[in-house]
């Protein structure tokens, strides 16, 4: 004998999750024009990274929703708005990445501008280069590791 499939009816699933239908600013302020220089009505149907908002999340109907992001691309267009915003955020501390320690086994840190692996200076040039950097108070002085020329 095949099993029957139970007809349970009763709620869908998605009906305790249904929230309430999001009202438009637009249909609340009782905006009669929506202008590409009214900044600060437009920068409500924007992310923070200058994204137009979707209709689900702003709560405009779908002529609204046309009318708004047309008068976003040309404030944008204008130089009124942004295109994208750049938001930047903070990275966690440094010692999060585990037990790699200060510099890990990458090795120590080098300057593009200091002396490369290949050419360390010896120990006569490095005193003498010493030397030259604190004996200068304010004075530019260049000084070179000695070697052949």
């Not at 009669?32 to 220089?37: G, L, S």
């Not at 691309?73 to 501390?93: C, D, H, I």
């Amino acid at each position: 004998m095949a099993k029957t499939r139970s007809t349970r009816r009763g709620k869908p699933k998605d009906a305790n999750r249904r929230s309430k239908k999001k009202i438009s600013p637009i249909s609340t302020d009782k905006v009669d024009y929506v202008d590409y220089k009214d900044v600060e009505l437009l920068r409500r149907f924007m992310s923070d990274r200058a994204k137009i908002r979707s209709r689900r999340v702003s709560g405009n109907d779908s002529q609204q929703q046309r009318v708004v992001a047309r008068a976003i691309k040309n404030a944008r267009e204008m130089g009124l708005l942004p295109y994208a915003s750049k938001v930047t955020t903070q990275r966690r501390g440094r010692n999060d990445r585990g037990d790699r320690g200060d510099r890990g086994d990458r090795g120590p840190r080098r300057d593009d501008k200091g002396p490369r692996d290949e050419e360390q200076p010896t120990g006569e040039a490095e005193e003498t280069l010493t030397e030259a950097v604190e004996n200068t108070e304010g004075v530019t002085v260049e000084a070179t590791t000695g070697g052949e020329e």
